[in-house]
């Protein structure tokens, strides 16, 4: 079928000629006109923004010339940004910047050209001013003018366009030093070359004059929002002393690579797609391990979220450590109520790939471990800040045909048989204990009182017997308290975990040693690698409770004179109580060797629990509080009953499930002490406190430490 067709009249065609050519005609005459202006156009806007930038931001700013040196590229020389009383930020010799017309028609500043010769930006900090100090004044200008509500997905797309137009096409930079003066204390510069000739990018940086030589180069392709370039540096690694010295850490890294795949909407959102890869990438620092830890190959394959009102990062995305990989899911949520959320997801895959891909120095005492099978993760966290006691958390790592080939650095069975167990303190080791039957302070678990096993258990891990080494109601309720306190006020350990933590690990509180300290705990429950019994029998004959006593044998000989078969009720509430904080037992005794009258209260909480548990008979009369009595031979070390105690000053462990109150204090009392009799009206805890009683100094009570400490050590070595 053929479409007919349309003829349109002549004078149609003379008319639609007549105004095109009329168009074209002033279009012509204006560009002519703003040509033959542009000069004097051009002078008028640079003394605009010059008068602009001393008006509102105090800076002084001078070009010697300024003029076009073609069509759409501008060449200014001598120019130079002094802010008022300030140190000079910069100074260029020479400037030339082209801009691309067609973009510009639609209102767009799309750089086409870009060429710096000898110049530098330096920025100076020198106590609390720096020359930079004018940018808080444009934040406060913007933040005042601004009343919409924002859109976090727009100031995405504007940021990101933003800074991709003034990427420009071609760019030729010789000899522009970047500095900066911290202080007069520390100083950093960088020298830098760099050119973009058709997308190639090609960098070389100068760092504090030859200290080393950094390299950014790669493809560039800006009106695509397509990117990708990679840094490294010549001969050793790509490091930074001054951050590293900021940060109290060690940062390097052989190559840095990112790339910029696609930003566009999708649907309300904005989404962002790159990736980030490290070659070899070297950490140390002490909050994260007391080691460095090299990851020698990670890439992130992310898709970003930007919506309104919140940013995410997609469980598209994927993690990649050597062979193994893992499928994470973050989103922070901006409102009134901040809304945390979390989710990993590690897919089946064989346990030998996953040990493997560890960063090297992060486990240590699992190195050279083979495992056989396959093994999965599942992760959940959520948290509103407006409701965090409904806070969701779930952990899950699920074991497939998994079996333990051969034993790394540690032999996680090693506590089967006898073995050496070094208690340290504040870092240094203070004696070697047998955990054993040549050792005569050893009990077997069958010769423990279960006065003191089901104490212990109360407070600190009720569940023992039937979790497989953790408890995640109990993280969980963890997390709700530590968030609502704003610090670490209550842990979530097993004695599964204070287990391992002692036995197999440093003490350092570093966030390696506790993902070592789960995926031990882990290793050990979920292989039947120790018994139940087993773990309890040496978790009591290792724990500390007192200064210098280690074990249920030493303690009940030490505190009551009595074999830990003979322990009553109230002797194992006690000893229950002064787990969290064994170097304060000694101030929770009067001078007559009787429990301050505070403890009562705890006595009455623990009996009243364990009661209903049917592992004890109901005590009206507070479950043995009254016959708690430290032996004679040590009351002469006691404080005076006067003495203002603070309890917290001592010990500065994790704390245990913190199921029960098992610390209280003689002042600064804590939430337990005002829930079961701390508050204005209790009187019981100043019963011997006299009005003209001070308060001793830190000064006073560290020396009163010392002296106490010295008394033990002392009576310790006449036994």
């Known amino acids: 079928m053929q479409i007919p067709k349309i003829k349109i009249p002549k004078k149609y065609l003379k008319i639609g000629t007549w105004v095109l050519g009329v168009f074209l005609i002033v279009a012509i005459a204006l560009g002519a006109v703003a040509y033959s202006k542009r000069e004097a156009l051009l002078k008028k806007m ?3 923004a010059i008068n602009k930038a001393d008006k509102d ?9 300024a003029g076009f040196t073609s069509l759409s590229t501008i060449k200014m020389t001598a120019i ?7 140190d000079t930020l910069s100074n260029i010799a020479e400037l030339s910047v082209g801009v691309k017309l067609w973009p510009l028609i639609f209102g767009n500043v799309k750089l086409g050209e870009l060429k710096i010769n000898d110049g530098f930006v330096n920025i100076v900090l020198k106590d609390t001013i720096t020359n930079i100090d004018f940018i808080l004044k444009r934040k406060k200008k913007d933040s005042t003018t601004t009343k919409s509500k924002v859109n976090l997905a727009d100031i995405a797309s504007n940021i990101l366009n933003e800074v991709l137009y003034k990427i420009p096409d071609d760019m030729d930079i010789k000899n522009m030093v970047f500095r900066l003066n911290d202080n007069d204390t520390a100083k950093l510069s960088f020298a830098t070359v760099a050119t973009i000739d058709g997308g190639d990018l090609k960098s070389t940086i100068n760092v504090n004059n030859g200290e080393s030589t950094w390299h950014i180069d790669g493809e560039v392709d800006p009106g695509s929002k397509e990117l990708s370039i990679s840094a490294y540096a010549d001969v050793k690694k790509l490091e930074l002393p001054y951050l590293n010295n900021k940060l109290h850490a060690k940062l390097s890294f052989d ?5 910029l795949k696609n930003a566009k909407y999708s649907g309300d959102d904005y ?6 890869s490290v070659k070899n990438m070297l950490i140390n620092q002490p909050r994260i391990a007391g080691n460095d830890i090299i990851i020698q190959s990670a890439k992130l394959d992310a898709d970003v979220l930007v919506g309104p009102n919140y940013i995410a990062l997609d469980s598209s995305s994927t993690a990649y450590l050597k062979n193994a990989s893992i499928h994470p899911y973050i989103k922070y949520t901006l409102g009134k109520n901040k809304i945390y959320e979390l989710k990993l997801n590690a897919e089946e895959q064989d346990a030998q790939s996953i040990f493997q891909a560890f960063p090297q120095g992060l486990f240590e005492s699992l190195d050279g471990l083979k495992v056989q099978g396959k093994i999965k993760y599942n992760l959940n966290f959520y948290l509103d800040t407006a409701i965090p006691d409904s806070v969701k958390f779930s952990s899950t790592l699920t074991p497939v045909d998994f079996k333990i080939l051969q034993w790394g650095k540690t032999n996680l069975q090693k506590i089967n048989s006898p073995f050496v167990y070094t208690p340290y303190e504040y870092g240094k080791p203070m004696r070697d204990i047998t955990i054993g039957p040549s050792n005569p302070n050893f009990t077997p678990l069958s010769a423990i009182s279960k006065n003191f096993i089901n104490a212990v258990l109360t407070a600190e891990d009720p569940s023992f017997f039937t979790h497989n080494g953790f408890v995640e109601e109990s993280i969980r309720k963890s997390i709700a308290v530590n968030f609502k306190e704003k610090k670490f006020k209550r842990g979530g350990s097993t004695i599964s975990m204070q287990l391992v933590k002692n036995v197999y690990l440093s003490r350092q509180k570093t966030l390696a040693r506790k993902a070592e300290e789960i995926l031990i705990v882990w290793l050990i429950e979920h292989n039947h690698l120790v018994s139940k019994q087993r773990m309890l029998e040496v978790y009591f004959n290792i724990m500390e409770l007192g200064q210098n006593i280690y074990g249920i044998g030493e303690a009940s000989r030490y505190y009551f004179g009595k074999q830990p078969a003979d322990l009553t009720i109230g ?18 005794f009067m001078a007559d060797g009787g429990l301050k009258p505070y403890m009562f209260n705890y006595f009455r909480f623990m009996g009243n629990i364990m009661a209903r548990r049917g592992l004890t008979p109901s005590d009206t009369s507070g479950y043995g509080f009254y016959n708690v009595r430290l032996r004679e031979g040590l009351r002469r070390y006691l404080a005076p009953d006067t003495a203002v105690i603070d309890t917290n000053a001592f010990d500065d462990e994790e704390d245990g499930m913190g199921n029960a109150p098992v610390e209280m204090q003689d002042k600064n009392k804590n939430l337990f002490d005002r829930i079961f009799g701390g508050g204005k009206k209790d009187t019981a805890t100043k019963v011997n406190v006299k009005p003209t009683d001070t308060v001793k100094s830190k000064k006073q009570l560290r020396q009163e430490r010392r002296e106490q400490r010295r008394r033990e050590s002392e009576l310790q070595n006449q036994q």
């Open 46 to 48: 640079v003394a605009k």
């Open 255 to 259: 190559t840095l690579q990112t790339e």
């Open 571 to 588: 002797d194992g509430l006690f000893l229950a109580s002064i787990v969290p904080k064994p170097k304060a037992s000694m101030y929770k």
């Open 80 to 86: 130079s940004v002094v802010p008022k009383d300030r």
């Open 57 to 65: 931001y105090g800076l002084d700013v001078k070009i010697g010339s």
């Open 271 to 276: 989404k962002i797609s790159g990736s980030w």
